[in-house]
Structures are given as C-alpha cells and as structure tokens.
C-alpha cells in the first residue's frame, strides 16, 4: 500500500514539474515579434477591446465568444494618452475610448443634418 501512494506522489512531481517545463518553453515560443497587445480593455463577459500593434501599425479589434472584429485603425499620435498612461500619468484608456466614441457620434450627427 506504501509503495503505490509513493509511486503515485512521484508521478504527481513527475507529472507537475513537466508541464511547468513545457509552459515556460510554449511561453518563450509563443512570444510575438511582430505583433504586440499594448492595451487591453473589459468590456463585459466574453467582450474584449483590444489595441494591437502590427508592424508599424495600430489597430483597435473587438473580441467577442465566438468573433472578431477589426473595429479601426489609429495613428500612433492618437495612441499617445494610452502610452502614457502606463507610464503613471492619469489619463485612462476608458476615457480615451469615450472620446474617440464621442468623436464618432459627432461626425454621425453632421451626416444625418446634411
């Protein structure tokens, strides 16, 4: 009975140590070079908005369950309060992405007065 409860703890050491040697591997493998996520935003359950860098490029993409949607595209400049915020100023991506909502909606107004 000792033997198997001690063969049993060893597999369990066996089997814990491989899969933190794995993920580490899977971890450094799985690092991107040419795509970065610089910010990363709830939305709800299931409902992400992301801010990826591709290349020399940005681009605002919304996750759902089962989709993806590439939403827009921005300039680095207008990425800037976003940057900076990592970088302790108190700008906050939410109020960022209200703004770039509100700046939408605006231009939707004109279209539909004219």
Same mark, same amino acid.
């Given at each position: 009975?000792?033997?198997?409860? #001690? !063969? +049993?703890t060893l597999v369990l050491i066996a089997a814990y140590f491989t899969a933190k040697i794995i993920s580490? %591997?899977? !971890?450094? +493998?799985?690092? #991107?070079?040419?795509i970065k996520i610089i910010e990363k935003q709830s939305l #709800?359950?299931? %409902?992400?908005? *992301?801010?990826?860098?591709? #290349?020399s490029k940005y681009y605002i993409i919304a996750t759902g369950k089962n989709e993806i949607t590439m939403l827009d595209t921005i300039e680095k400049e207008e990425l800037n309060p976003v940057i900076d915020m990592k970088n302790n100023?108190?700008? %906050? +991506?939410?109020? *960022? +992405? =209200?703004?770039?909502? =509100? %700046?939408e909606n605006y231009i939707d107004k004109d279209e539909k007065n004219d």
């Open positions: 009975m000792i033997s198997i409860i #001690g !063969a +049993f580490q %591997k899977s !971890a450094v +493998f799985m690092k #991107g070079k040419n #709800g359950v299931n %409902k992400l908005l *992301y801010i990826v860098n591709i #290349g100023i108190t700008e %906050k +991506f939410s109020s *960022y +992405f =209200d703004k770039k909502i =509100d %700046k």
